[in-house]
């Protein structure tokens, strides 16, 4: 089996012959990603960039991706001189042809960075866009309806440039503290759900497998994704969310994309516990048909996770690989 191949019997439980990886700092990586132009947070040697929604991104002198402190939405005044970004700007597209080059035999994804929820608060502003559920409906439906517009055609218009050469599509929506979810599962429902199945669809329509990456413990929505149709989902905190529990109640469900845990066990145990950690997770959130893919965060160091301990974890995962033939 190619790369390829691996990733897709993995996610839709068909019995690869092996864990698949996607451990670029290594070079072991049976994914390839193309990207089309999205500023996303911009350059991370700049202490302030403006992405293409015109949210403020601000880093601290510490090297890191940053976080939005300036919400062009802030005001709902604001509306009436907000330029919103448009998905057919050729501009968006042009030469991803040229990031499919090293993609032979692998499996390849392109994605859209803060898909709805993290769109939304990156506009409005985190406490507004929560409020705005219950305060300001109409203006919320709104402006959650034109995000998802913009990712429906940004979704047409890639896989229209290439049809059947895309497997994967990834997104990005944190949705939790390290305790539970910020919303209750009734207002998830009733306000995202229908939203999320509408990409969701569409993505499945053009052949595209969906990668869903969360922080934070969103056990109480996995129910609601799995409905949706998320194929798989990309957890880099299961200590947080509890690998047991996650495994006894998904496990064959939905695949998952992770490694030990960014917060918990790579920053501070040893050779034994990452390994057990790596064991763990091999046997609760894998099936014997598949469904774990060992992903590794290339942002955790700003977590002070020593490399030493990555190389760990790879290690352990690929000797307890319950699929190698």
């Given amino acids: 089996m190619n790369s ?10 068909k019995t690869p012959e092996r864990l698949p990886i996607v451990f670029p700092r290594y070079g072991l990586c049976d994914t390839h990603g193309v990207g089309w132009n999205q500023i996303g947070t911009g350059p991370r040697h700049l202490k302030e960039s403006l992405d293409e929604w015109g949210c403020l991104w601000v880093r601290s002198e510490i090297d890191n991706m940053g976080q939005v402190k300036g919400h062009p939405l802030s005001s709902w005044a604001n509306l009436e001189h907000f330029r919103w970004p448009d998905p057919d700007d050729p501009a968006f597209y042009a030469g991803m042809e040229q990031k499919f080059a090293g993609s032979e035999g692998k499996y390849i994804s392109t994605g859209i960075f803060m898909l709805l929820f993290e769109r939304m608060h990156a506009l409005r502003g985190f406490q507004n866009a929560l409020e705005d559920l219950f305060i300001e409906r109409e203006k919320i439906d709104m402006l959650a309806d034109r995000i998802v517009e913009f990712d429906l055609q940004v979704i047409r218009n890639i896989s229209a440039r290439f049809p059947g050469q895309i497997q994967g599509f990834s997104y990005t929506d944190d949705w939790g503290t390290q305790q539970d979810t910020f919303i209750s599962p009734k207002l998830w429902n009733e306000f995202f759900k229908p939203r999320y199945k509408k990409i969701i669809d569409l993505c499945h329509s053009v052949g595209w497998h969906v990668w869903m990456h969360s922080c934070g413990k969103i056990n109480k929505f996995i129910p609601g994704l799995i409905e949706v149709g998320v194929d798989l989902l990309n957890l ?40 057990a950690e790596a064991r763990l997770l091999l046997d609760c959130w894998g099936t014997d048909q598949g469904g774990f893919i060992l992903q590794d965060d290339e942002n955790d160091q700003d977590l002070g996770t020593p490399s030493d301990k990555k190389s760990m974890a790879l290690r352990a995962f690929l000797d307890f690989d319950r699929w190698k033939k």
């Avoid at 390829?4 to 439980?13: G, S």
């Avoid at 469900?253 to 066990?265: L, N, P, V, Y």
């Fill in 4 to 13: 390829k191949e691996v990733v897709t019997r993995a996610i839709e439980f």
């Fill in 236 to 275: 880099e905190q299961p200590r947080a969310l509890g690998i047991e529990e996650i495994g006894q109640k998904f496990a064959g469900k939905i695949a998952f994309a992770s490694g030990c845990d960014i917060q918990h066990t790579l920053p501070f145990e040893d050779e034994s516990g990452i390994g």
